[in-house]
């Protein structure tokens, strides 16, 4: 099994309708496309996107020690294009 398919079945999670994917909730209600493995820069700082958080994004930032930082999903956030 590759990364990314073992990070999609990761991402997946049981709700009471059903199963939704990774980000589901974020790219449908902000019109989105967020995923794994995205670039993206938040207030400022690089860094890559690499959990789903619910509805915040987990980040893990180029120079920060902490390894994973939810974030909000549109909030001074600007996503590279895959």
């Known amino acids: 099994?590759?990364?990314?398919?073992?990070s999609a079945l990761l991402a997946k999670r049981l709700t009471a309708e059903?199963?939704?994917?990774?980000f589901e909730y974020i790219n449908k209600t902000y019109g989105l496309n967020v995923h794994?493995?995205?670039?993206v820069t938040v207030h400022g700082s690089p860094g890559v996107v690499?959990?789903?958080r619910g509805r915040y994004v987990g980040v893990s930032f180029d120079?920060?020690?902490?390894p994973v930082i939810s974030?909000?999903?549109t909030w001074e956030t600007v996503y590279e294009a895959k």
């Open 18 to 22: 059903g199963v939704i994917t990774a």
């Open 1 to 6: 099994m590759t990364v990314e398919e073992e």
């Open 50 to 52: 690499t959990e789903d």
């Open 71 to 73: 974030c909000h999903p």
């Open 63 to 66: 120079d920060h020690p902490i």
């Open 36 to 39: 794994i493995g995205q670039r």
